[in-house]
């Protein structure tokens, strides 16, 4: 669907903006709402100048995932029309997982109950918002995390190292991990301008601290600084 509001004026205003992600939200009365986001540029920009210089728009708080990262942590406090997405999906019944915005279009994974319930709900959404495309459905037995409640990309903020984020965030970015892999360990390294030993125990670091936060760290093994 078209993206709509204060997530299509971020998007149209903020200069190379590629993504924002609607991590959490809460109505703060009159129409305003406290809004948790995460937003990816294209390039080197200073998001927290930008923001500020926005109208209508108060920045609670913004930071950088790493001093050379161009993913932010942003918490906005903002008026939203009457057909707010989130809220559009909660009064109609569904559970929203997770709500962005690429390319002027907006994307949201959300779980309703049955066939019917999805038709109800789609007439709504293009009701409301002119467009709607279902890009698929997914039977599950078990409803996953609801929107606001999987906190894992702010706790791994504070258990990997800069050095870690940053050599993990540029080898994602050029293909390291992409299936089939567009970039080599040499390709990254090179972009770091560090050895190739050097990059694979950064990576085997961070990637271990990773595990650690969601399996718990190995009991005869301490935590790698």
């Known amino acids: 669907m078209r993206a709509s509001g204060e997530l299509k004026r971020l ?48 920045v609670l708080d913004s930071s950088r995932l790493t001093r050379t990262s161009r993913v932010w942590y942003v918490l906005l406090l903002v008026d939203e029309p009457k057909r707010f997405i989130l809220e559009t999906i909660v009064t109609n019944g569904a559970v929203p997982h997770r709500i962005y915005v690429e390319q002027g279009r907006l994307k949201a ?7 019917d319930h999805l038709k109800g709900f789609a007439d709504e959404i293009e009701a409301a918002y002119g467009s709607f495309e279902l890009v698929g459905t997914t039977q599950v037995d078990t409803l996953t995390y609801p929107l606001g409640s999987d906190r894992l990309k702010y706790t791994v903020r504070g258990k990997l190292t800069e050095d870690q984020l940053n050599a993990l965030e ?6 390291y991990y992409a299936v089939p892999q567009t970039a080599t360990s040499e390709d990254v390294a090179k972009r770091l301008d560090i050895s190739q030993s050097t990059l694979s125990t950064k990576l085997r670091k961070a990637q271990y601290n990773l595990l650690a936060v969601l399996f718990g760290e190995r009991t005869e093994e301490r935590k790698h600084e």
């Open 170 to 175: 540029t080898s994602f970015r050029m293909g």
């Open 11 to 58: 998007e149209a205003e903020i200069t190379d903006l590629s993504r924002i992600e609607l991590d959490n939200a809460i109505y703060a009365g009159n129409d305003s709402w406290l809004e948790f986001l995460t937003m990816t540029t294209e390039s080197d920009v200073d998001l927290g100048s930008e923001l500020s210089a926005l109208s209508a728009v108060e």
């Open 109 to 115: 994974i959300a779980s309703v109950r049955d066939w």
